[in-house]
């Protein structure tokens, strides 16, 4: 893993970005990057990107199940098992709500609050499958910041529709 600066959201982001252009492009989804960070110890827990495991999975998804194995508990156990100051950085929001019938990612987050302080994103998610993701919402009315990481717009938005039919 690189060694990023504490503090320094914007490359934390690029990590992201990286991460989200592992993901195949397709028309039926976004291409996110996740990179889960201890921010006391400045250590990188996991990372994740959409679809990189099985079950139409999210790049938040990934993260929390990667990190979950590694650990040998259950992703809904993680918290036993996280440091107090947890940090996301994700390149889109998190979703509110799955089309798939998966657990959305606001809720994964949701489950590891006191944990995961702070939700860093790259964009708000475009309205093109859920509109009115309500997924800021919910995570600030639980007491987890949201920030947006500012001038990587472009970019994430460039990778994460790779795929999608244009109109």
């Known amino acids: 893993m690189p060694d990023i600066p504490a503090g320094d959201h914007r490359a934390y982001m690029r990590l992201a970005l990286e991460q989200a252009q592992k993901s195949p492009p397709k028309p039926t989804n976004y291409r996110v990057g996740a990179i889960l960070v201890d921010s006391a110890a400045n250590e990188i827990l996991a990372t994740g990107y959409t679809l990189e495991l099985p079950g139409n999975t999210h790049a938040e998804q990934c993260c929390f199940i990667k990190l979950a194995q590694k650990h040998g508990v259950a992703e809904e156990d993680l918290k036993k ?62 007491g987890i910041s949201v920030v947006h990481v500012e001038g990587l717009e472009k970019e994430i938005l460039d990778v994460a529709t790779a795929g999608h039919i244009k109109s």
């Open 81 to 142: 098992i996280l440091p107090p100051k947890v940090v996301l950085y994700t390149t889109v929001e998190p979703c509110s709500k799955r089309l798939s019938g998966n657990l959305p990612c606001v809720e994964r987050v949701l489950r590891l609050a006191g944990s995961i302080r702070t939700v860093y994103v790259g964009i708000m998610e475009p309205e093109k499958f859920v509109s009115e993701n309500t997924g800021k919402k919910s995570l600030e009315s639980a």
